[in-house]
Protein backbone atom coordinates (compact mmCIF):
# COMPACT_ATOMS: atom_id res chain seq x y z
CA UNK A 1 0.00 0.00 0.00
CA UNK A 2 1.43 3.41 -1.15
CA UNK A 3 0.71 6.75 0.77
CA UNK A 4 0.28 10.00 -1.22
CA UNK A 5 1.60 13.25 0.10
CA UNK A 6 -2.58 14.23 0.98
CA UNK A 7 -2.73 10.38 3.16
CA UNK A 8 0.36 10.91 4.76
CA UNK A 9 -0.35 14.63 6.08
CA UNK A 10 -3.53 13.75 7.39
CA UNK A 11 -2.12 10.81 9.13
CA UNK A 12 0.51 13.15 10.67
CA UNK A 13 -2.49 16.08 12.10
CA UNK A 14 -4.53 13.11 13.35
CA UNK A 15 -1.12 11.96 15.53
CA UNK A 16 -0.01 15.63 16.19
CA UNK A 17 -4.15 16.73 17.21
CA UNK A 18 -4.02 13.02 19.62
CA UNK A 19 -0.71 14.50 20.83
CA UNK A 20 -1.76 17.71 21.81
CA UNK A 21 -5.18 16.52 23.35
CA UNK A 22 -3.23 13.77 25.73
CA UNK A 23 -0.80 16.86 26.47
CA UNK A 24 -3.65 19.37 27.17
CA UNK A 25 -5.34 16.60 29.73
CA UNK A 26 -1.78 16.47 31.41
CA UNK A 27 -1.12 19.56 32.11
CA UNK A 28 -5.19 20.17 33.28
CA UNK A 29 -3.89 17.15 36.14
CA UNK A 30 -0.66 18.95 36.79
CA UNK A 31 -2.92 22.22 37.43
CA UNK A 32 -5.37 19.90 39.19
CA UNK A 33 -2.44 18.80 41.61
CA UNK A 34 -0.92 22.04 42.33
CA UNK A 35 -3.92 23.75 43.26
CA UNK A 36 -4.97 20.80 45.68
CA UNK A 37 -1.72 20.59 47.31
CA UNK A 38 -2.03 24.91 47.78
CA UNK A 39 -5.56 24.32 49.19
CA UNK A 40 -4.07 20.96 51.44
CA UNK A 41 -1.15 23.67 53.00
CA UNK A 42 -3.87 26.21 53.40
CA UNK A 43 -6.30 23.66 55.35
CA UNK A 44 -3.11 22.52 57.58
CA UNK A 45 -2.51 25.68 58.17
CA UNK A 46 -5.93 26.99 58.94
CA UNK A 47 -6.70 23.60 61.45
CA UNK A 48 -3.75 24.46 63.66
CA UNK A 49 -5.10 27.87 64.24
CA UNK A 50 -8.38 26.85 65.01
CA UNK A 51 -7.45 24.05 67.29
CA UNK A 52 -4.84 26.74 69.39
CA UNK A 53 -8.32 29.05 69.19
CA UNK A 54 -10.16 26.04 70.53
CA UNK A 55 -8.45 26.35 74.22
CA UNK A 56 -9.69 29.45 75.17
CA UNK A 57 -12.20 29.14 78.09
CA UNK A 58 -14.93 30.59 76.44
CA UNK A 59 -16.80 27.38 76.14
CA UNK A 60 -19.30 28.59 73.42
CA UNK A 61 -16.55 29.63 71.58
CA UNK A 62 -14.12 26.67 72.38
CA UNK A 63 -17.30 24.52 70.78
CA UNK A 64 -17.37 26.39 67.67
CA UNK A 65 -13.42 26.20 67.22
CA UNK A 66 -13.59 22.68 67.69
CA UNK A 67 -16.29 22.28 64.92
CA UNK A 68 -14.90 24.33 62.69
CA UNK A 69 -11.37 22.19 63.29
CA UNK A 70 -13.28 19.20 62.87
CA UNK A 71 -15.08 20.28 59.05
CA UNK A 72 -11.56 21.41 58.40
CA UNK A 73 -10.04 18.35 59.29
CA UNK A 74 -12.57 16.36 56.71
CA UNK A 75 -11.99 18.32 53.55
CA UNK A 76 -8.24 17.68 54.48
CA UNK A 77 -8.81 13.93 54.23
CA UNK A 78 -10.92 14.59 50.98
CA UNK A 79 -7.79 16.31 49.56
CA UNK A 80 -5.37 13.32 50.69
CA UNK A 81 -7.77 10.41 49.58
CA UNK A 82 -7.95 12.54 46.22
CA UNK A 83 -4.54 13.21 45.85
CA UNK A 84 -3.26 9.48 46.58
CA UNK A 85 -6.24 8.35 44.19
CA UNK A 86 -4.47 10.67 41.34
CA UNK A 87 -0.87 8.74 42.16
CA UNK A 88 -2.39 4.87 42.07
CA UNK A 89 -3.06 2.17 44.26
CA UNK A 90 0.92 2.46 46.05
CA UNK A 91 0.08 5.88 46.88
CA UNK A 92 -3.51 4.62 48.51
CA UNK A 93 -2.05 1.92 50.39
CA UNK A 94 0.73 4.40 51.76
CA UNK A 95 -1.56 6.65 52.97
CA UNK A 96 -4.02 4.01 54.70
CA UNK A 97 -0.60 2.47 56.58
CA UNK A 98 -0.14 5.99 57.78
CA UNK A 99 -3.46 6.21 58.77
CA UNK A 100 -3.68 3.41 60.60
CA UNK A 101 -0.18 4.02 62.44
CA UNK A 102 -0.57 6.17 66.11
CA UNK A 103 -0.09 9.70 65.62
CA UNK A 104 3.23 9.70 67.55
CA UNK A 105 4.13 6.73 66.93
CA UNK A 106 8.67 6.33 66.60
CA UNK A 107 9.96 2.80 66.29
CA UNK A 108 10.94 0.46 63.47
CA UNK A 109 7.70 -0.47 62.72
CA UNK A 110 5.71 2.87 62.66
CA UNK A 111 7.87 5.29 61.91
CA UNK A 112 6.91 6.47 58.32
CA UNK A 113 8.83 4.60 56.16
CA UNK A 114 7.51 3.30 53.37
CA UNK A 115 5.47 -0.03 53.10
CA UNK A 116 8.35 -2.70 53.40
CA UNK A 117 11.01 -0.78 54.93
CA UNK A 118 12.11 0.41 58.21
CA UNK A 119 14.56 2.99 59.81
CA UNK A 120 17.85 1.39 61.07
CA UNK A 121 20.04 2.98 63.68
CA UNK A 122 23.47 3.02 61.94
CA UNK A 123 25.29 5.56 64.91
CA UNK A 124 24.27 6.86 68.24
CA UNK A 125 26.39 9.78 68.31
CA UNK A 126 25.41 11.81 66.10
CA UNK A 127 22.23 9.48 65.86
CA UNK A 128 22.09 8.86 61.87
CA UNK A 129 19.14 6.28 60.49
CA UNK A 130 19.53 4.08 57.46
CA UNK A 131 16.74 2.71 55.58
CA UNK A 132 16.50 -0.60 55.15
CA UNK A 133 14.57 -3.24 54.19
CA UNK A 134 11.87 -4.61 57.06
CA UNK A 135 12.39 -8.36 57.46
Known sequence: MEF???MLLSICILCVNGLLAYLHRLAATASKIKSDWLD???LMEERAILCFLSLTE??????VYYE?????SKKITMVEDGMAAAVGQE?????EDARRRPHDAFDCKADGSPIGYCSFPTSIQPFVEKLVVDK
Open 4 to 6: DGE
Open 40 to 42: YMQ
Open 68 to 72: EAIEV
Open 91 to 95: AIAQL
Open 58 to 63: DEEKRK
